[in-house]
């Protein structure tokens, strides 16, 4: 603890307590209940401040930061609306299991509990949403309580702290001392659940690696493909967890999703060990909960997570293992590997099945407009090995996480909540955090417009993201979903859409339209070195719904 008798506004406080834990960037809308901070900002050239324009768009932004550094994301907003706007990205960090901090900006507290200008109560409202939500009710105890976000926002299973500012606090001044910066401790496993483990494995003849979750870094990440390579086992990523393992490996059999492929899901009811490192097996993961039966499952279920409750939250787990990414990774690769194992044919058949599932076919004789299965073939095969990936939410993302190969870990920013709007956001802040490299953003036309003003923010901060929208002039999950339960009767999915690339334009961005497939690799050349923020709209055929399936 740092000795402080200087007496400084809350403001100020914070700012240091952001700093004291690291904090090099913050998000944020600018409001005037929160004007001590920005003020105390403007004075900490170390802490870059990025406005968005919306306060759901800052959140997103703060989450994406959240997973790319594995440090909680931080943003700030106003009371009520805007508190009601940053709900969006607090729910995807609870979801995605991503640290993340909001400030809220809250009424004076003099005035708490009738109903003032703007007034929210913070704590009923993100309840539900939030591991920790806190009010400050006075400025000496700030430190106090961002050490405790902090240490919320990071142990356990990862996830998003609230705190609520009052305005007189932050402009009042007390005398304060700082605190050193939040200490997370992680659980390693129990080397007697290590040897059940491996007694388990050896005894199976069709184990199936399931990885997943947060808390990962590369370390983690190549102390797992050593234990998967050791014992020649088949490895999926849970939902959106697509660049934890190599897809390039052969090891490597597929994601676990929505559009997953038949055959894996064959092979997960086929199993007759599951392994689970990191993964919440969830409603997507499992079909509904059909390819892993709930609360007991078919096969055994070995359960390793950082979090002891949620080893047996939805799946009673046959092995739980309370451990953090690093040391579950580490132990495992500490192993003896499985003499002999008898399940060689059965991962090298599944690599086979996923690399025949992940090869853009040729476009249907059918096909209108660009096939988005080989625009997603050529960026595979071109864009460089650290390019980062996002999207939102909608059936376009189908193509992107069944043909796109992710090779690195912090290669994929995609919501496992599901979040339409996400996309945009996240390349932001991806670009802003590791400028150096390639960032595509991918969105429906439906999905594109729920930020797309967050192009004036790309174009100000110089977040030069080259932007892929994907236009078939609907909401297309909804309406595959009311084809297929109300056959002819399509209502509130049709959109009618402004030109893109013009509206690009408009912001300052660089922005052009293309209309047939060979057309894509020159307008992503042009996109990429266009030195600004970049928009492509790929026209597509509405009646391609799926990489599988049409409309007719």
């Known amino acids: 603890m740092t000795a402080a008798d200087e007496a400084r506004s809350g403001g100020r406080i914070l700012v240091e307590a952001l700093r004291q834990n690291g904090v090099d960037t913050v998000y944020c809308v600018p409001g005037e209940s929160f004007l001590p901070v920005l003020d105390a900002l403007h004075d900490a050239p170390d802490i870059r401040t990025v406005v968005a324009r919306h306060e759901g768009a800052a959140s997103n932004m703060a989450e994406a930061d959240g997973k790319l550094t594995g440090r909680p994301g931080v943003c700030f907003v106003t009371r009520g609306p805007g508190a009601c706007h940053a709900a969006n990205g607090v729910h995807t960090a609870r979801a995605d299991s991503t640290p993340m901090i909001l400030f809220v900006g809250q009424a004076d507290s003099r005035f708490l509990g009738r109903e003032a200008f703007q007034e929210i109560d913070c704590r009923q409202m993100f309840a539900g949403l939030a591991k920790y939500v806190e009010a400050v009710d006075r400025p000496e105890r700030i430190p ?32 304060c001392a700082d605190l050193p910066p939040v200490r997370i401790a992680l659980p390693a496993p129990d080397p007697a659940a290590m040897n059940e483990l491996r007694v388990l494995l050896a005894r199976a003849e069709r184990p199936l690696v399931l990885v997943g979750g947060s808390g990962w870094d590369a370390a983690a990440c190549a102390s797992l493909a050593r234990f998967v390579a050791a014992n020649d086992l088949p490895v999926a990523a849970s939902f959106r967890r697509q660049d934890l393992f190599d897809n390039r490996d052969r090891h490597y059999v597929g994601q676990l999703g929505f559009g997953v492929a038949p055959r894996l899901a064959e092979r997960v009811r086929a199993a007759d060990l599951l392994l689970v490192v990191g993964a919440r097996p969830g409603e997507a993961a499992t079909a509904g909960y059909t390819l892993v039966e709930s609360p007991e499952p078919r096969q055994p279920l070995i359960h390793l997570h950082p979090d002891p409750f949620e080893t047996g939250r939805v799946y009673r787990a046959a092995l739980p293992i309370a451990a953090g990414m690093g040391q579950a990774a580490a132990a495992l690769a500490g192993l003896m590997p499985v003499p002999s194992p008898a399940w060689h044919a059965w991962t090298r058949e599944a690599r086979a099945d996923y690399e025949t599932h992940s090869t853009p076919p040729a476009p249907a004789p059918a096909m209108a407009g660009v096939d988005l299965g080989q625009v997603m073939g ?48 996240a390349a932001i802040a991806a670009r802003l955090r590791h400028p150096e490299r390639t960032v595509v953003c991918f969105a429906g036309d439906g999905c594109f417009m729920m930020y797309p003003q967050e192009l004036a923010t790309a174009v100000q901060h110089g977040a030069a993201v080259v932007v892929v929208v994907v236009n078939n002039g609907m909401l297309g999950t909804i309406r595959m979903h009311q084809e297929r339960e109300f056959p002819g009767r399509p209502i509130a999915t049709g959109l009618r859409n402004p030109d893109f690339a013009a509206l690009a334009r408009a912001f300052g961005a660089h922005g052009e339209r293309v209309e047939h497939s060979g057309d894509f690799p020159a307008a992503f050349a042009r996109a990429s070195s266009a030195g600004v923020p970049a928009l492509i709209e790929l026209c597509v055929d509405p009646l391609q719904i799926t990489p599988a399936a049409r409309l007719d």
Do not use: C, K
Not at 166 to 171: G, S, T, W, Y
Not at 401 to 418: D, I, M, S
């Open 144 to 175: 106090e309580v961002v050490s405790r976000a902090f240490a919320a926002a990071l142990s356990g299973r990862p996830g998003p702290a609230v705190v609520a500012l009052p305005e007189d606090v932050l402009f009042a001044t007390a005398p």
């Open 378 to 425: 050529w960026l595979n095969e071109t864009l460089p090995e650290d390019a980062i990936l996002t999207n939102g939410a909608g059936n376009y993302t189908m193509w992107v996480h069944r043909f796109f190969r992710y090779r690195r870990p912090g290669t994929q920013l995609a919501p496992v909540n599901g979040a339409m709007g996400y996309g945009l956001p």
